[in-house]
Structure formats: structure tokens, C-alpha cells
T-cell receptor, first 114, second 112 residues
Framework: ETGVTQTPRHLVMGMTNKKSLKCEQH?????MYWYKQSAKKPLELMFV???????ENNSVPSRFSPECPNSSHLFLHLHTLQPEDSALYLC?????????????FGPGTRLTVT | GENVEQHPSTLSVQEGDSAVIKCTYS??????FPWYKQELGKRPQLIID?????GEKKDQRIAVTLNKTAKHFSLHITETQPEDSAVYFC???????????FGTGTRLKVLA
């Protein structure tokens, strides 16, 4: 294990549901990220938190709402999603935002919106 | 902002042959270029990276080359093995925002 865990691993939700994705890192990092991975598209950065503060919101629709209560935990709250939001959602962490080096990814949550 | 293009999208090679994946970027101030490998159903993992002050870096069977003038960088895998089969992503940093801008990925199949 790389030290970044995500739950649930799979999620099926209707367009009117509300659900949350959870990410936890055990690496002592200070920056955490949410990425969206869709088929045949590049990894898309959604949000960045550095020392619990949001530093990037990459023009993500408001139906995605992130929360970072501390440097080890990151949530993505979902509501009124669309079918095109179906994708693999990856959480990652790194020592610091804006610093070169590896971003450690979690295993992802495979989301299907029906 | 930075834009990264990656080619080819799929690549099949015979076991033992070499594989080359190429990426181009648009931000001339980009200074960090990581490569990630994602095996089927698994998380992306960093396999090698290069900084803009270096032209080439090698780690066993994997090497990366960088041409700053042409704004392109390449991943070279020699003596390919079946376990090299995966999707490979290149990335470049956006000099204004520090974001990693990823390419669309290359699915490498190593045929036994």
C-alpha cells in the first residue's frame, strides 16, 4: 500500500442522491488533491488543499464540494450529479503544494451515476 | 496555461523490444516532467521524472530524455517485459499554477 486509502472503491448513485467520497493519507503530507479520470482523457485536477486550505479549484461544478478537515483527510461531497460525472475519482497527496516530486495516488473510487 | 500532448495512444511491442512514448508541452517555463505508470485496476505510480536542467535520466531499463528547445520529452523502455504492460502518463508542470498537466496516456502492451 502506498499510504493513501479511498472509500468506497465503487459507488453507484442516482442523479438525486447525495454521497461522499473519503480519502486518507498516512504519509505525513501537507497537500492533498482530487483528480477525475475519464476514459481516453487526461487526468483532470479538480481541487488542491495545502495545509487544509483550498488553493486550487479547477473550475469544478458546484455539485462537487470538497472538504479537508485536517491534512490527513479529504472528502468529496457529491449531489445532483449528471451521468457524465461517471468516472474514476483519484485522491493524491504530496509533501507540499507547488513543490516538485511524487504525488502519491490512492486506488480511486469508481463512480457510476445512473 | 500548459498543454501536454502524448503519442501514441496505444503501443504494442514484442517482449524484449524497446518502447518509446513521446510528449510535447507548450509552456516553455515548465521545469518538471514526471512519468506515471498505471497498471490495470491500480493507482498511478511515479516511475521516473526529470527536471529542466537535465537532458537525460536513466533508471535501469527506463530512461527519459528532454529537449527544452523543441519542448518535448520521451520515455524509453528497453528489454520490455510483460509486466511493463500498463498505461503510461506523462505530465508537465504549469509554471504559473504548479499544477501537473497530464497527457492522455499510452496503453503499452508487451506481447510474450
Amino acid at each position: 500500500e502506498t499510504g493513501v486509502t479511498q472509500t468506497p472503491r465503487h459507488l453507484v448513485m442516482g442523479m438525486t442522491n447525495k454521497k461522499s467520497l473519503k480519502c486518507e493519507q498516512h504519509l505525513g503530507h501537507n497537500a492533498m488533491y482530487w483528480y477525475k479520470q475519464s476514459a481516453k482523457k487526461p487526468l483532470e485536477l479538480m481541487f488542491v488543499y495545502n495545509f487544509k486550505e483550498q488553493t486550487e479549484n479547477n473550475s469544478v461544478p458546484s455539485r462537487f464540494s470538497p472538504e479537508c478537515p485536517n491534512s490527513s483527510h479529504l472528502f468529496l461531497h457529491l449531489h445532483t450529479l449528471q451521468p457524465e460525472d461517471s468516472a474514476l475519482y483519484l485522491c493524491a497527496s504530496s509533501q507540499l503544494w507547488g513543490q516538485e516530486g511524487e504525488q502519491y495516488f490512492g486506488p480511486g473510487t469508481r463512480l457510476t451515476v445512473t | 496555461g500548459e498543454n501536454v500532448e502524448q503519442h501514441p495512444s496505444t503501443l504494442s511491442v514484442q517482449e524484449g523490444d524497446s518502447a518509446v512514448i513521446k510528449c510535447t508541452y507548450s509552456d516553455s517555463a515548465s521545469n518538471y516532467f514526471p512519468w506515471y505508470k498505471q497498471e490495470l485496476g491500480k493507482r498511478p505510480q511515479l516511475i521516473i521524472d526529470i527536471r529542466s536542467n537535465v537532458g537525460e535520466k536513466k533508471d535501469q531499463r527506463i530512461a527519459v530524455t528532454l529537449n527544452k528547445t523543441a519542448k518535448h520529452f520521451s520515455l524509453h523502455i528497453t528489454e520490455t517485459q510483460p509486466e511493463d504492460s500498463a498505461v503510461y502518463f506523462c505530465a508537465a508542470t504549469d509554471s504559473g499554477t504548479y499544477k501537473y498537466i497530464f497527457g492522455t496516456g499510452t496503453r503499452l502492451k508487451v506481447l510474450a
